[in-house]
């Protein structure tokens, strides 16, 4: 059964760096079949796609956060990675580590998503 | 930026009647369209993709119709358990964006 699981902080200073890693079980992220990526929701508000990376390390960013994001693979873990610089307040959110399927019918749909985990940023 | 656009934002409707959610996107998205349920406290779940067909485990009574710019999820019969939140989400260009959602309340 293939599962993702999102790890890091709870709590960020603002100006810092938001670290968060997705662990992924049941299947492989350097199969070359699927992106994976990071969807964030602030409280009360909708879903915002933050970015993806392919199994070949190319990564696609949510051009409003393009400057401040990085997303990257550790192949050898089986997990993926993101990197949200310089963060304030606006960037409070449940973060969810997601699967994007690269082909056919469902590409780019969000086949499979972690539970999420949440994130505040403040002093 | 292709931007998507959902109506109504709440939409109230008795156990039974049909649910009639819109999404618009700002330029074709050729039929890579995709709806969401999300429920209080959990992750979203796939119902819909390619405008029209339904995710495994989806029941029948959620339908998705539509082309071009113009999309639907019908959900047909409706029951409790289908208070939720409804997002669709566009894959034709990137970004891969989200509209803002259709609250169904019953």
């Known amino acids: 059964q293939m599962r993702l699981q999102e790890s890091g902080p709870g709590l960020v200073k603002p100006a810092e760096t938001l670290s968060l890693t997705c662990s992924v079980s049941g299947d492989s992220i350097d199969d070359s079949g699927y992106y994976w990526g990071w969807i964030r929701q602030p409280p009360g508000r909708g879903l915002e796609l933050v970015g993806v990376v392919y199994a070949t390390g190319t990564t696609y960013y949510s051009p409003s956060l393009k400057g401040r994001i990085s997303i990257s693979l550790n192949t050898s873990k089986n997990q993926f990675s993101l990197k949200l610089t310089s963060v304030t307040a606006a960037d409070t959110a449940m973060f969810y580590c997601v699967r994007h399927p690269s082909r056919g019918a469902l590409f780019g749909v969000v086949d499979r998503w972690g539970q999420g985990t949440l994130v505040t940023v403040s002093s | 930026e292709i931007v998507m656009t959902q109506s109504p934002a709440t939409l109230t409707v008795s156990p039974g009647e049909r649910a009639t959610l819109s999404c618009r996107a700002s330029?074709?998205?050729?039929?890579?369209l995709a709806w969401y349920q999300q429920k209080p406290g959990q992750a979203p779940r796939l119902l819909i993709y390619?405008?029209?067909?339904?995710a495994t485990g989806v029941p029948a009574r959620f339908s998705g119709t539509g082309s071009g710019t113009e999309f639907t999820l019908t959900i047909s019969s409706l029951q409790s358990e289908d208070s939720a939140v409804y997002y669709c989400?566009?894959?034709?260009?990137?970004?891969w964006g989200f509209g803002g959602g259709t609250m169904v309340e019953i």
């Open positions: 989400q566009q894959s034709n260009d990137w970004p």
């Open positions: 330029q074709s998205v050729s039929g890579k």
């Open positions: 390619g405008a029209s067909t339904r």
